[in-house]
DNA sequence: ACAAAGCGGTTGTATTTACAACAGAAAAGA
DNA sequence: TCTTTTCTGTTGTAAATACAACCGCTTTGT
């Protein structure tokens, strides 16, 4: 688990927190690791969980199959990020999605009452980790919204062009790529995905953008 | 503002804080009233916001609407609820909606530097108002991912489907009625409000569902 | 009481999407 | 290397949606 302390430390969880500092809490936060295959499920739609997971290592899917079989992709998590943090009350029930590894992931958990709760002795830094415990989830918060933000969009051109103008603002730049193959692509914003190809062809044809695998340029 | 303490009681922030409690913790926090009439806007985008806000009368609306007109509404907010702690942190940047009172309405707005750091004199059950912020600002989480769950459904048939069946459940009856019209209903599921309309006919000749205004029976 | 505004339902049409099926290119695996 | 699988783009068709326009009813405000 030391191994990766060094990804702790630059993770939102333990902004402000020396390394030295995080080895020294990993146990009073009940820190455990676990280990991931491409493909493997790290959580299931149902479990109780009752951990925070910081993923150190891959990456993964937040996701959830219907009955009819469609796949939606809520979200991905990029290492250093976190999830499962919408859990944290101990009334909030079960899992509505599935966790996927989508590469091989590292993940450590975390118990949730350790977390949001300062223990009496030691641990001096625990009360910034509280902080940025809040700062992380808001931002997870905001996160969402702007998920439902390109949702809201009502058809496939524009939910491309709301998801293509975020990434490109987060990057910081017209040429981007993206974290997503077009299968996954589709299922992030709801939508078909030879329906979405055609779209993003049709784009590329008007000028509108330029692509070659998952980068992109808008124009 | 003490009028409304007995309001606070009951909200997810002060579970579990007496009364008095509250009312003596109101100056620690920073708390300031607000009142709105009906159609008047509580926050707009693009403004800044350090404050959490607590709705103790009448209800508001999470919206935007974007270039073209077409309207978004991103959450209803009841009395009790709060709303505005996506942006707890410090760079969380500006508002990205707005939020309209959808009837005369009055808020209490708290400093977030102060709800979410225990001042170290007095105020003992402050601590129980951080874990408090905790599980709200979660169960928020939960609900917009429940939307975002009602967003990628395809067609507007499902969409209605998975609020309505969302509603019968949260009301553990299959007869409930809903805070919104139709061209809120429409705006909520980001879907035109004729077709909506003229589905939601469809269904109930169909046999699946009554309604009578904004009472709905599932069947 | 009356006028004006808001609400809910209906219809027709042009547009857009979902779905299925297929083919070539690239990647993975034996 | 060869085979198999995955990925991406393309096309055609049936289905669903958006949009506009309209009507009757209810609510609001004067």
Redesign the interface.
């Known amino acids: 688990m030391e191994k990766y302390v060094p990804v702790l430390k630059r993770t939102r969880l333990f902004s402000g927190v020396t390394q030295e500092e995080i080895s020294s809490m990993l146990t009073c936060l009940g820190a455990r690791l676990f280990s991931y295959k491409k493909g493997e499920y790290v959580l299931r739609q149902g479990e109780h969980l009752r951990d925070i997971v910081v993923l150190v290592e891959g990456r993964v899917h937040i996701q959830?199959d219907d009955y009819w079989g469609?796949r939606?992709i809520?979200g991905r998590i990029d290492v250093g990020e976190m999830f499962g943090?919408?859990?944290?009350?101990p009334e909030?029930g079960v899992l509505?999605?599935d966790v996927v590894a989508v590469e091989d992931s590292t993940v450590i958990m975390f118990d949730v009452r350790r977390v949001?709760?300062t223990c009496p002795s030691g641990c001096r830094f625990h009360s910034m980790v509280?902080?940025n415990?809040?700062?992380a989830?808001?931002?997870?918060?905001?996160k969402?919204?702007?998920?439902?933000?390109h949702?809201?969009?009502?058809t496939t051109r524009e939910k491309l062009i709301s998801y293509l103008s975020e990434e490109a603002e987060r990057h910081s730049s017209s040429a981007f790529t993206i974290p997503f193959n077009r299968q996954q692509l589709a299922d992030f914003l709801?939508v078909d995905r030879s329906a979405m190809s055609n779209e993003l062809c049709k784009m590329r044809d008007e000028g509108l953008l330029e692509f070659e695998k998952n980068n992109f340029r808008l124009l």
């Open positions: 959830r469609n939606s809520l943090e919408a859990y944290v009350a909030s509505l999605n949001i709760t509280v902080q415990m809040f700062f989830i808001s931002e997870k918060n905001r969402l919204v702007q998920k439902l933000g949702m809201s969009r009502r709801s």
